[in-house]
């Protein structure tokens, strides 16, 4: 069975990518499943460190979404050492590539999000935050025994936006999962989120209030939400709704709201 | 706008043979960067996730939060009114951080989390800020503070 996988392992790599500048660095990509009754599998895509690869930490990237495609934003506009140019036509080098000093695994979670998928579609309909820390648990056992010189390494999850609720409930479940199981094969170390959802209640009131601090909404629109919205309510009321699509559409202009001071694409 | 040459070289087929994608071609849709069936249909979603914050810094775990400054979405107001109720002991108080001689953004160090925003950049940091984000990462593996200088 080692062979098998060293086998696996082998048929993951990347010999070189359409368009690709000479690199250093190996890369595999491929999938590994993570459930067998439903056929849900995950599409991975590993940059390893350029230099020292083996003396580095393993740092596992989520993007958020929900659905969202770490391979789309992780890699290919963030942390990752490719950048697609204009056309589409080949890729050139990110300078501050986070595989300077870690080995990134980029991973497309859960099924249905990029390359990753099922075969069972109602999984697409029903997904969730349990189930996605669970199978990106199975899929991180699964993937270290076909590296197994990742089993033991120093390894660290990292994301952003809705990814603060993957990135915690992961790392939760992988405590939980070391407690169970002395010698455990992942040797989390930590994490690290940006810009992430973390709490509904005052995320809402600080969002509001970072609108109207930045003078992106009027006196009377900050006011006006913070009457109507009861944002510790599962549902948002019609006047609620209404004071916050007037915020968004009659005052915040034509802005990318991802980047308040950036030109929105056209 | 970089998302949609993701969407386009992505899609390629010789890319996705590269890369030992959609190997029999049997995923009923394109490959996109955001999948809207997920999202619409999303199950379960927890209120807050503070609790789980707090059982992580209880098990020793290093935690970094960090904020992208000109983000609207999930803004940095946003992430200091949620973590200010995990009620966090201050280790090292509020101070700037510096990247190639500019204040990088400010953070504040607490036992068991460390908060850091980033100056000038969106919810995609390290698309904006390239230079601060890997200050930041770097510092973060390292185990150690921001630069006060």
Known sequence: ?266 | CTESYAEKYYNRKDVQKAMHANTTGSIPYKWTACSDVLIKNWKDSENSVLPTYKFLISAGLRIWVFSGDTDSVVPVTATRFSLSHLNLTIKTRWYPWYSGGQVGGWTEVYKGLTFATVRGAGHEVPLFQPKRAFVLFKSFLAGKELPKS
Not at chain 1, 171 to 179: C, G, L, R, S, T
């Open chain 1, 1 to 266: 069975s080692v062979s098998l996988l060293q086998k696996e392992k082998e048929l993951d790599r990347i010999s070189a990518l359409p368009g690709q500048p000479k690199v250093a660095f190996s890369q595999f990509s491929g999938y590994v499943t993570v459930n067998q009754e439903h056929g849900r599998a995950l599409f991975y895509w590993l940059t390893e460190a350029s230099s020292l690869p083996e003396k580095k930490p393993l740092v596992l990237w989520l993007n958020g979404g929900p659905g969202c495609s770490s391979v789309a934003y992780g890699a290919s506009e963030e942390i990752g050492p490719f950048r697609i140019n204009i056309t589409a036509s080949s890729l050139f080098l990110n300078k501050y590539s986070w595989n300077r000093e870690a080995n990134l695994l980029f991973l497309e979670s859960p099924a249905g999000v990029g390359f990753s998928y099922t075969n069972t579609s109602s999984d697409l309909k029903n997904s969730g935050d349990k189930r996605t820390a669970q199978d990106a648990l199975i899929f991180l056992l699964r993937w270290m025994s076909r590296f197994p010189g990742y089993k033991y390494r120093e390894f660290y999850i990292a994301g952003e936006s809705y990814a603060g609720h993957y990135v915690p409930q992961l790392a939760k479940i992988i405590v939980d999962y070391n407690k169970k199981h002395s010698n455990s094969i992942i040797n989390l170390k930590g994490f690290i989120v940006g810009n992430a959802v973390t709490d509904n209640y005052y995320d809402s009131i600080g969002t509001v209030t970072y609108w109207w601090t930045h003078s992106m909404i009027s006196d009377q629109t900050y006011k006006s939400i913070l009457n109507h919205c009861n944002f510790s309510a599962d549902k948002a009321t019609k006047p609620c709704d209404d004071a916050v699509y007037y915020a968004m559409n009659r005052e915040f202009g034509d802005i990318d709201q991802y980047s308040i001071y950036a030109p929105t694409c056209t």
